[in-house]
């Protein structure tokens, strides 16, 4: 009989039982013997000096233990900066410390840290500290930053651009001379916050007796922390654990070495108390890493047949005060997708990365390639405007055809496989888009505003080949088979709901042949998991589920030779079939993995030289990033009252390659989409001209509630990739890469008898009411 | 200092020694160890906290230990156990309703308590019905589903009641999860 297959079903997650039921322990469950409490103070000014840090009155609070100023640190040696991870030989990087020393540089740098027996009298005490500011000059936006004689964030530097980014291939000037049509449009993508429910949180352990420090924190990166903690420690790295329990959401925020981890780990060795900090919702939109805040001034060139031949972008990304781990390089992959799924030759681009008296950007879900696509995807849809063209017909005339693949861009990546077309016209087709578009013509005839947007999007993930990453692209698995049959798996990914306990298991179950309830899937400790380089970048499967795959191979290939020596038999006439081993013309024989699990720890009938025991550690390094693609399809109608813009109808067509479980990847995508629609119509961080931040929580930072999503009608195309053993792409970023322009397209696209041709995310009723009153002046052509 | 008598997930407590400013969501999470209950804001925006009071969902952040004094509290810990689900948490698993599982507490109680105040909500009324809770992985799809499906277990479970008797009590609602 053969065994059920379990990939590709909806199998249910085995991590929820623990969810449903509050008993998993995130970081702020964790408590331990003689824990103390830790509340950072920090800086109401933008930029400013410090001059004086008085922790007097608050040490004498009654249940404060200890309090220091970034200074103190400093003068305890604790003078290393936070980590950037880059390879970029330019780069300008100012000392980044976890406690300001001499000057601040955002709304909310931790400037001191106070320690006391209870995190209500830490709260109190903190309001006790004195700190003394003396003002500076405060630039929040970027291309104010680049003024001359803006001032400078890091006086040091002697400039605020970090960096620069050109890219230039084919013949751009040529290209714009000989078009038809040029389209000029400035595009903004607005600063954001992720919001992961979960803000972040530590606790910092330190075991005198064996001179060990663990740090639980709420993190993507469990590995990388415990190496960047330990050089700022100045631990052996074999001193340092850290722990990733369970995670309540990341979105790429929690991919990074916070200040907080550091000073909270340091506070631990020095005090000798287990030391926890629970940020609080405010300090999380002050001092956890934003994401986007870019602006492009763009140019298409076409010929009248909707061909595009050329585009340019001058691309600002604002980084914020200092590099966090990953802020540098964000914006450089929003210049290397800029060409999105459609051939075109001459490109001139460039990217500027420049300090501002903000937060810093970095990763958050799609980390530069939403900018990208957002940037590509309105300008095709100007560019069909000013043709008079369909939008879709412009895109047909424009993709990257499938025989083309692998195909190399003109910026220089090689898209894996790809069929773009087939992900549009199915998407086109569930929208019933013919219908939708005379019902729109039906509608603006009775002074009602429907728009159809689209977006067909193509994003560069399976982060990736370490040559092409700032650190480490591989991940890793090991695959343990107990002496009893059943099977250990530690990954090096470290996943925070997307499931993997559930999909590992669905694969090991499968080609292991072994019931998904003796599996157990490992992860998130740095003692008891093999380095791996986490969760981001939706590298989860295409990389540690890859990795896992060689594991799995090289467990079935040692099962394969005890069989075969306990058989008498030749190795090579042995194969898997159905999870168990078998001999080729002999359906009699078998052998489960977990039998030979059992002799391989029995050890006494083995074959001569082969090591007794039955596991693996395997690696997987990417040969090339991954390519996931598809169309969403979003229509909206806008109310000419009120701007108020309704969702109608939404249509997500994505193609991620193999799919392991069908249920959690259109989790994976529902998820997505709703954060790329928040960017659209909802969401933005935004600073006043001093600095301040003016949306710093959830009653002024507009998250979604479930009554402003509408429902999601997924669908897919399975277009494999050879660039992994599983031929799965990623799901974790499509969403939200697809779903921004798709809105704001559809959006704009109601309001085209306006006369509208863009307006800036988000989207929100003032600016489109605005808008249609202004330029409709009483008189609306249909 | 204060001194509360109160009843949690059928337990009665009493104890000495509440600070008046002390939260309801940190009593339950550092006094009585009740961890599912979970804290995402401090502006009771985002609902992680959500308890049931007397069987209203209330946010626990947004109350003092205090005020529960002589009233029951049911936390998540309090409707069901792994080996016996509460049919919102059986739904919220079946139908793939969470993914970190952050807000997933807080939500499952706010939506036992919309199916207590209309026990057969539509999808608008679902959303509109959640507007208290923040979920930030699931674009709140297959929570719509969840609670829906939950519904029609419970519906089913759920002797046929006469016309005109008062809505379900979120006691006959435990009993329901607790009988499965």
């Avoid at chain 1, 609080?280 to 956890?288: K, L, P, V, Y």
């Avoid at chain 1, 480490?472 to 002496?483: C, K, L, Y």
Wanted: proline share 6%; aromatic share 6%.
């Amino acid at each position: 009989m053969a065994a059920v297959r379990l990939v590709g079903t909806p199998v249910r997650r085995r991590e929820d039982p623990r969810l449903i039921t509050g008993r998993a322990t995130y970081v702020d469950d964790v408590k331990l013997v003689g824990m103390v409490h830790a509340a950072f103070i920090r800086s109401p000014y933008a930029h400013a000096k410090i001059v004086r840090v008085d922790l007097a009155k608050a040490k004498a609070h009654a249940g404060v233990l200890a309090a220091f100023s970034g200074a103190d640190l400093h003068a305890a040696g604790m003078t290393a900066s936070l980590p950037v991870a880059h390879k970029m030989p330019d780069l300008k990087t100012p000392p980044h410390y976890p406690l300001a020393v001499d000057e601040v540089r955002f709304v909310g740098e931790a400037v001191a840290v106070l320690i006391a027996n209870d995190p209500y009298i830490a709260r109190d005490a903190a309001e006790l500290v004195e700190v003394e500011y003396d003002e500076l000059p405060i630039v929040v936006e970027v291309e104010k930053a680049m003024a001359p004689g803006a001032p400078l964030v890091h006086a040091s530097l002697g400039t605020n651009v970090a960096y620069a980014m050109p890219l230039r291939a084919g013949d751009p000037d040529g290209a714009f001379a000989s078009a038809d049509v040029v389209v000029k449009q400035r595009l903004v993508n607005q600063r954001l916050a992720p919001v992961p429910i979960e803000t972040r949180g530590v606790v910092a352990q330190w075991d005198a007796g064996a001179g060990r420090v663990t740090l639980y924190s709420s993190t993507q990166i469990p590995h990388l922390l415990r190496t960047q903690l330990s050089l700022i420690l100045g631990l052996p790295e074999t001193n340092v654990r850290a722990i990733a329990p369970e995670v309540g959401g990341g979105f790429g925020s929690k991919l990074n070495v916070y200040a907080e981890e550091a000073v909270a780990a340091w506070l631990a060795m020095r005090l000798g108390r287990p030391v926890k900090w629970s940020e609080t919702r405010s300090e999380c939109f002050q001092a956890m890493i934003h994401g986007r805040d870019q602006i492009a001034d763009c140019e298409i060139a076409a010929k009248r047949d909707g061909t595009i031949v050329g585009l340019r972008a001058r691309i600002l990304a604002n980084l914020g005060a200092y590099h966090q781990l990953l802020t540098p390089v964000i914006p450089t992959l929003t210049v290397l997708m800029a060409p999105g799924p459609y051939r075109i030759a001459n490109v001139d681009l460039e990217v500027t990365g420049v300090f501002t008296n903000t937060m810093s950007t970095d990763a958050y879900r799609g980390a530069g390639r939403p900018e990208a696509t957002y940037l590509i995807e309105r300008l095709m849809d100007l560019v069909a405007r000013k043709l008079g063209a369909d939008p879709a017909d412009v895109r047909r005339r424009n993709f990257i055809e499938p025989s083309a693949f692998p195909f190399t861009t003109a910026t220089g990546l090689t898209y894996d496989s790809g069929d773009y077309a087939k992900t549009m016209e199915k998407a086109l087709q569930l929208a019933d888009y013919p219908g939708v578009r005379a019902r729109q013509a039906a509608l603006r005839a009775e002074g009602r505003y429907l728009g159809i947007g689209l977006s067909t999007y193509v994003e560069v993930c399976g982060m990736g080949p370490s040559a092409a990453m700032p650190a480490a692209g591989w991940d890793s698995a090991t695959i343990r088979v107990e002496p009893t049959g059943s099977v250990t798996v530690l990954t090096g990914i470290s996943p925070h709901g997307q499931g993997e306990e559930t999909t590992f298991a669905q694969l090991v179950a499968d080609e292991l042949g072994v019931a998904i309830d003796d599996i157990a899937v490992v992860h998130g400790d740095t003692d008891r998991v093999q380095y791996g380089v986490g969760t981001f970048g939706s590298r989860g499967t295409a990389v540690g589920g890859a990795a896992l795959k060689l594991a799995i191979e090289t467990i079935q290939a040692k099962a394969i030779k005890i069989a075969a020596h306990r058989w008498g038999a030749d190795p090579a006439d042995l194969e898997y079939r159905d999870g168990k081993i078998g001999l080729r013309g002999d359906p009699s024989k078998a052998m489960t993995t977990a039998e030979a699990g059992f002799l391989a720890f029995m050890g006494d009938q083995l074959p001569p030289g082969l090591e007794p025991g039955l596991d693996a550690t395997r690696r997987f390094e990417p040969p090339n990033f991954v390519y996931p693609f598809g169309t969403h399809v979003c229509v909206v109608e806008v109310d000419a009252e009120t701007g108020k813009v309704s969702v109608e109808r939404y249509v997500a067509v994505d193609d991620c390659g193999n799919v392991l479980n069908p249920m959690i990847v259109e989790g994976q995508v529902h998820g997505g989409i709703a954060q790329g629609m928040a960017q659209a119509l909802y969401e933005e961080v935004v600073y006043d001209e001093y600095g301040q931040l003016l949306t710093g929580s959830l009653m002024d930072y507009a998250v979604p509630r479930a009554e402003q999503l509408p429902h999601f009608d997924l669908d897919r195309t399975v277009t494999p990739t050879s660039v992994n053993p599983l031929g799965v792409k990623g799901v974790g970023e499509a969403g939200t890469i697809g779903a921004t322009p798709a809105v704001v397209n559809a959006v704009l696209d109601a309001l085209a008898p306006f006369g509208v041709e863009h307006i800036d995310m988000p989207l929100r009723p003032e600016k489109l009411w605005k808008a249609m009153g202004t330029r409709s002046n009483g008189k609306v052509s249909v | 200092m204060g001194r509360i008598e109160l009843e949690v997930n059928g337990t009665r407590h009493e104890l000495e020694g509440v600070e008046p400013r002390l939260l309801l969501v940190h009593f339950l999470r550092e006094r009585l160890a009740l961890t599912g209950t979970h804290i995402g804001c401090d502006t009771s925006s985002c609902g992680a906290c959500t308890v049931l009071l007397d069987g209203k969902a209330v946010k626990s952040c947004t109350m003092f230990a205090l005020q529960a004094d002589g009233r029951a509290v049911t936390t998540i810990e309090g409707i069901g156990s792994s080996a016996e689900l509460h049919p919102m948490q059986e739904a919220f698993w079946a139908q793939h309703g969470l993914q970190c599982g952050y807000c997933t507490t807080g939500m499952i109680l706010s939506a036992i308590d919309l199916l207590r105040r209309n026990p057969d909500p539509d999808e608008v009324e679902i959303r509109t019905g959640l507007e208290g809770n923040l979920c930030r992985c699931t674009g709140y799809e297959n929570i719509v589903k969840a609670v829906r499906a939950a519904a029609a277990a419970m519906a089913a479970a759920q002797p046929v009641r006469e016309a005109g008797e008062p809505p379900k009590s979120p006691g006959e609602l435990l009993e329901v999860g607790g009988s499965r």
